[in-house]
């Protein structure tokens, strides 16, 4: 069984960065997507970010050229910096990861990570 654990986030100035990190552990050996939603408050949960054990990543438009997702194979883990912030990017940021196979919407998540970005 897959456990997924982020850490980071907090309070940060409009402008400012803030770098997410995100472990999966357990029976993680077949994990091949990894990625991060968010869930803003009063609004539906938003993918924000995927990558594959290849390094092929994609991004919701309203983040590109803002966040980067990276990830290290060994040790399944994943990190998203979050560069140039935005009020409008607080939400609570969860990390999932998925195996082959399977959608990373339906795979192991988080229990998330609030970002809070002050104007």
Same mark, same amino acid.
Request: proline share 3%; hydrophobic share 35%; glycine share 12%.
């Given at each position: 069984?897959? %456990?997924?654990? *982020?850490?980071?986030?907090?309070?940060? %100035?409009? =402008?400012? $960065? /803030?770098?997410? $990190?995100?472990?999966?552990?357990?029976?993680?050996?077949?994990?091949?997507?990894?990625?991060?939603?968010?869930?803003?408050?009063? !609004?539906?949960? *938003?993918?924000?970010?995927?990558?594959?054990?290849?390094?092929? +990543?994609?991004?919701?438009?309203?983040? !590109?050229?803002?966040?980067?997702?990276?990830? *290290?194979?060994?040790?399944? +883990? /994943?990190?998203? %910096?979050?560069?140039?912030? !935005?009020? *409008?990017?607080?939400?609570?940021?969860?990390?999932?990861?998925?195996?082959?196979? /399977? %959608?990373?919407?339906? =795979?192991?998540?988080?229990?998330?990570?609030?970002?809070?970005?002050?104007?």
């Amino acid at each position: 069984q897959v %456990q997924v654990v *982020e850490s980071g986030g907090g309070l940060v %100035q409009a =402008g400012g $960065s /803030v770098r997410l $990190s995100c472990v999966a552990s357990g029976s993680a050996g077949d994990i091949l997507l990894m990625g991060w939603y968010r869930q803003a408050p009063g !609004k539906q949960r *938003e993918w924000v970010a995927i990558i594959n054990t290849r390094g092929v +990543t994609d991004y919701t438009d309203s983040v !590109k050229g803002r966040f980067t997702i990276s990830r *290290e194979n060994r040790r399944n +883990t /994943v990190t998203l %910096q979050m560069n140039s912030l !935005k009020p *409008e990017d607080t939400a609570v940021y969860y990390c999932a990861a998925a195996p082959p196979g /399977v %959608q990373l919407s339906r =795979g192991t998540w988080g229990q998330g990570t609030q970002v809070t970005v002050s104007s």
